[in-house]
């Protein structure tokens, strides 16, 4: 017909050698960009080459979580180079692909499967170990795209203790596995709080993570596991806010040394 013949997506390739880990979740506001960045920078501290796709239609928060709030990715011929951070990740943002970054796009199905589309297969990501995706909230078209696109794609499903979130995200894993994704794992965030007598404090209840994990591995007939609970803790808060991630700013605490945990256990 005349148009650009579509480009393959190296991920989806049989025989491709990267990792590809969708993280996913019921509702905003779990943890899951910060959970992201964080796996992220671990698993390049582990010496893996990195790649972060912000798919996150709603946030695109993780470029300002990375220290590159307002990179935009440069062109080489017909190729989008991703944005390289402090830490060694490249990342791409569906926020960078607007024409203008106070603009407003009101992202829909066919609109966002061609953006996704772009992120995969029009970004020059080199020889990547791992790929990780921060997907929306919830079970909506960008999940569906991506089951699509990279059934291969394997899901980690983030939740709070709390029963609302974890009944929303056991919906997210369940949407995975009807795209024929394998749900790899449930991290809990915001566990609880250390109070500085040394007690904890569990702010948001307890048991969503495990909740998710024996539902997910009833329904689907083979082990989900927690992967690990990561506490609450202002300085991950303030290492997002100021682009650099707990793993870096503060390595030796709990909540750091959970989240590198979790990035060896994947
Ligand atoms: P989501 O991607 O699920 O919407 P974010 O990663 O953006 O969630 O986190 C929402 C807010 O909560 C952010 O301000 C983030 O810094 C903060 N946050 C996330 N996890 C923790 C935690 N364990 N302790 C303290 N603050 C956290």
Known sequence: SGGKA?????FAQPGSLTKVYAIASGKGGVG??????????AMAKQGLKVGVVDADIYGHSVP????????????????????????????????????????????????????????????????????????????????ISLGQHLPNAEVVVITTPQEAAAEVAERAGTMASMMHQRVVGVVENMSFLTLPDGS??????????????????????????????????????????AGKPIVESDPTSPAARELLSIADAL
């Open 6 to 10: 579509e480009r393959e997506i190296p």
């Open 32 to 41: 899951k960009s910060s959970v992201t960045v964080n796996l992220a920078l």
């Open 64 to 143: 300002a979580m990375l220290g590159v709030a307002d990179a935009r990715p440069t062109q080489v011929d017909d190729l989008i180079m991703p944005v390289p951070t402090p830490s060694g990740v490249s990342v791409i943002s569906i926020g960078m692909l607007k024409p203008r970054r106070d603009q407003v796009v009101a992202w829909r199905g066919p609109m966002l499967d061609r953006a996704l589309v772009q992120m995969l297969s029009d970004v020059y990501w080199g020889d990547l170990d791992v790929l990780l995706l921060d997907l929306p909230p919830g079970t909506g078209d960008v999940a």
């Open 200 to 241: 904890t404090m569990e702010v948001f209840g307890s048991g969503g993570g495990d909740r998710v994990a024996r539902t997910l591995s009833e329904r689907f007939g083979y082990d989900v596991s927690v992967l690990g609970r990561i506490p609450l803790d202002p300085s991950l808060r303030e290492g997002g806010d």
